[in-house]
Structures are given as C-alpha cells and as structure tokens.
C-alpha cells in the first residue's frame, strides 16, 4: 500500500511563505491525481490543490492565486508551495490521491500562520 508524509509546515507570520513536501513510500506515476488537504479544528476536512499525472492543476478558490501544487514522479513526491499565507490558512495539512485512499492518510504537517 501507498504510505505518505508530509513535511516542511512550521509557524510563519502572515504574508510569509512556506513549502510542503509529501514522499510516497512507491512511486505516484500509476495515481493519476494527487491532491493536497488541509483540516482546522472543529472544520471539515477540505482539498486545497489537485495535480494530474500530466501537470493540470486546480485550486480552492481561497488559496488561488497563492499557493502552487507540483509534482516530481521520479522522486515520489508532491509539494505545495504557500505564499501570502493568511491566518485563515491554519491548519494541517495532508496530501493524498484524488479521490483518497483511507489507508494512506499520513501524520500530517502543521502550519500555523500568526503574528
């Protein structure tokens, strides 16, 4: 089975910028859509980016604009690039494939946008 973790959250002031990085345990090439998510306490859980095996991407409308999802098939990895963060942006956050795998759910990493 696919395991993923993510990385690279931390505490940032609002305007900053930071990166995210999710490693799959196999390679991503055969799931066509990885997706980053984010959940806030007391919030549902929401999908923030989409990225397809060919490069198309699609964002929630409240990070268009800021935030950017790539993907590197030989290196088994996602990432999220996040700049102009906002408060509103606090959450953790998770990749996974779209739509998601249950059992791939990784621990997550925290970004916490305060001054």
């Known amino acids: 089975q696919v395991q993923l973790v993510e990385s690279g959250g931390g505490l940032v002031q609002p305007g900053g910028s930071l990166r995210l990085s999710c490693a799959a345990s196999?390679?991503?090439?055969?799931?066509?859509?990885m997706g980053w998510y984010r959940q806030a306490p007391g919030k549902q859980r929401e999908r923030v980016a989409l990225?397809?095996?060919?490069?198309?991407?699609n964002y929630a409308d409240s990070v268009k604009g800021r935030f950017t999802i790539s993907r590197d098939n030989a290196k088994n990895t996602v990432y999220l690039q996040m700049n102009s963060l906002k408060p509103e942006d606090t959450a953790v956050y998770y990749c996974?494939?779209?739509?998601?795998?249950?059992?791939?759910w990784g621990q997550g990493t925290q970004v916490t946008v305060s001054s």
């Open positions: 996974n494939a779209v739509p998601v795998i249950s059992r791939s």
């Open positions: 196999r390679t991503i090439f055969s799931i066509n859509t």
């Open positions: 990225i397809t095996r060919g490069g198309s991407t």
